[in-house]
Structures are given as structure tokens and as C-alpha cells.
């Protein structure tokens, strides 16, 4: 199938009647038309690459709207998040995620990163994972989490059990085992300074060298504080003497960091991965995303723990929370704001741009809602929510129109069914 646009966002920037043909679901060509071609799939609004979300843990999505009650911490939260984990099944995680990745693809995200660490030491949740986001029409990157302490100089509790391999050794033999194809990429992740002892760091950043590379940074403030008292850096600091910043390395929230911290990631070339709705719902912080990305430190963003499913606010509030911050407006452009809502590079993955060569992932957002009618087009991510995502294109197949999935039906339905098994 081919697709013309009515406007399209390219490299170059905004072209209106864009024709956008496509051969083995990846992009052939791409030309301005006066006339529409016959056949072809017309994209009204504007239409962007797919979106990259390149933090999640499905599984939180069934904490939605259950922990507001009685304020709070993150660390309280915590406790509920492992409540939930303790009740998940293979069979179960697997309706679950298909329908969170459903609801991604609603938005319009094309590839996800999943932060997978509830593994009872066996591939088992990660191919349900992987059959999930194939049902959904989304790709996935696996990025098998290696958690073995409960803290620092702390053993995994009960129900942490679940989510430890014992050894990174041990760890990184399992992982070897999973299959990357063309639905699902296996990558790394270590889940935390806290979670992965100073001793085992090395191993886990070296196991997987052509893999991409996650880890929790700086999230809270008792992290910072932890690990300064027990090894006399930051966590930052730490992960550096480890070998684990370079390029093909995200760091995730990197919320509380000292210019020195800055400087590491932007100099090693290590990824900034910001979560905004999810730091808000928890109350983590605002992070230096500005002064990332000036030091050389490439963003992404993710829904983390699914407060909200939605790219558009993710990409709005990236920008909002700066303002805060600072008390200034404009510190990113829209395109640098595309940008870090489309690095696939994040989860590595080729996309992102709507060019020969790429994928054929496309999302058409209405400029005619209530939203978004009278933006200007190049600020339509300024004032569109994924309630105005009207079609969503992963690989050249639509795989969602009209707020509906083309294969899965009833994504709302899906979501409570599942959800509701859980909490049964």
C-alpha cells in the first residue's frame, strides 16, 4: 500500500501532498504530488514518523488509577508495583501487555522498549512479551533487565526473588538464549546502581556489546544518597567506572545529577531517556533535559510506568517541564521535540524519519479537533493529545484508524479484561 499526505513532516522539514510509496513495508520513495494517485491510502493532517517509546514496564499499566489514595512516595508506590508483580503469570502477562502495546499503538507509537525484569530466571515472559506486541503491530525491544540486590549491601526480598538470576553470569547466559527477528530486538539493561551491585556492573555493561543498554539513573534522591555513602561517587560516577556509558547507552529519568554527571553522559555520547508523566505521577523530580542534550546526550522519551499512554503529552511536557524549571519558554524547537519522541536509535531500531530507506511507520494527526484546530502545523505537537491520532502505520500496515485497532478490536475492553484477572 501506498499513502499520500495531506502535510508530512520530512527530514527538510513540512511538505504538504507528500507521496509516500513503500515496497516490503519499508519506504521507496518519497515525492510531492499535484495529483493523487489511484489506489493509494490518503493520510489527512499532519503526518509524523511513528513514535518511539523507549521506556516501559507493561505490567505497571494495571496500577493506573489505583495509588492516589493517601499520598505517598515512590517508594510506597514500590510496594504496590510489587504487590502486582508478585501475581503475574506468563499467560497472563501476556493479555495484559498485548493490550497495553494496543493501546501504543492507538497513540501511535511504532516500537517500544520494554524494561523487563520480572523473568523467574527463564525466557518464558519474554516471548509472551514478544507475542504481545506482535498481536498489537508494534516492534519491541526486549531489554532483559539484570536485577540482583534489593539495595545496596541489601539481598532481594520475596518477592524480588522473581526478578533475579542470582549472578550477572547467570543473568547474561539466559539472555544469550533469546532470539532477536523481526518483530522483537533483545537488549540490556541494568536495572539500577541500587539493584546491581558495584562487583557486577562491568560484567552486565560488557555482555552484550552491539546491543543497546539501559539503566535507571538518579531517579530519587535516596539513590544518589545510598550509593555516595557506600562507594563515594554518584551513580553516574559509578556506571562511568564501570564502562557502561558510551553510545548504545540510555539513561533513563536521570533526574538528580550533578554538573559533573552532565558532563559524563554528554561526553560518552550516553542516551537521555525522559519519562515526564510518569516523573510528575510520582513525584520524582524535574531533570536538566536542556543541559543533557547540550552536553551531547541524545533524548528519547517513554511512558514508563503508564500513567498516561500518550507520545504527544510525553513530547509537550518535556517541553512544559523545562519552563518550569527554568522560567523559560522555547528551550526545545518542534523538530528537536519530534525528535526525541522518534529515536528509535534509542531501542535499536531504524525509524524515525519519513525518507527512502526508513520504515514505513507513519501516524496522521486531525488538525481539526477541538485541540488542534487553528494550530499552526509545524505546533501541532504543542496542542495534540493521542485522542487525535487518526491513523497510525507500523511497516506500511495500518494498524489503527478512528481511535480503532485493526486487528484487536475493543481496546478498552481488552485492557479491563486483563486487568481485571489480575486483581481478581
Known sequence: MNFWCERAWLPSGLAE????????????????????????RRLHGIVVPGFANAHSHAFHRALRGRTHDGGGTFWTWREGMYALASRLTPQSYYR???????????????????????????????YALREAASDAGIRLTLLDT???????????????????????????SRVAELKSDEVMRVGAAIHSVRAVPRAELATVAQAFPDAPLHVHLSEQPAENEACLAAYGMTPTGLLHEAGALSPRTTAVHATH???EDIALLGSSGTGACFCPT?????????????????????LSL?????????????????EHNERLRTGQRGRFSPAELLGAATRHSAIGW??????????????????????????????????????????????GRVVASG??????????RLLADAIGELWA
Do not use: K
Not at 157 to 172: I, L, Y
Not at 278 to 298: F, H, M, Y
Open 17 to 40: 501532498r507528500v507521496l509516500v510509496r513503500v515496497e516490503h513495508g519499508v519506504i521507496s520513495s518519497v515525492s510531492t504530488v499535484d495529483t493523487i494517485p489511484l489506489g493509494v
Open 96 to 126: 495484559l501487555a498485548r493490550a497495553v502495546y494496543a493501546e501504543m499503538a492507538l497513540a501511535g507509537v511504532s516500537a517500544v522498549g520494554e524494561f523487563h525484569y520480572v523473568h523467574d530466571r527463564s525466557n518464558e515472559f519474554g
Open 146 to 172: 539484570c536485577y540482583l540486590a534489593g539495595g545496596i549491601d541489601q539481598p532481594v526480598n520475596e518477592v524480588q526473588q522473581r526478578f533475579s538470576d542470582g549472578t550477572a553470569e547467570a543473568w547474561a
Open 302 to 318: 517513554g511512558s514508563d510506568q503508564h500513567a498516561v499512554i500518550d507520545p504527544l503529552l510525553e513530547t509537550r511536557a518535556l
Open 257 to 259: 545529577l550533578t554538573p
Open 278 to 298: 510518569t516523573e510528575a505521577d510520582l513525584a520524582d523530580g524535574i531533570g536538566p533535559a536542556r543541559e543533557l542534550a547540550d552536553a551531547g546526550s541524545l
Open 350 to 395: 531504524d525509524g524515525g524519519r519519513i525518507e527512502a530507506g526508513a520504515p514505513c511507520d507513519l501516524v496522521a494527526v486531525s488538525c481539526t479537533t477541538p485541540r488542534t484546530a487553528g494550530s499552526l502545523p509545524q505546533q501541532v505537537l504543542l496542542t495534540a493529545t493521542a485522542s487525535d491520532v487518526d491513523t497510525v502505520v507500523v511497516g
Open 403 to 412: 481511535g480503532a485497532h485493526e486487528t484487536l478490536g475493543d481496546v478498552g
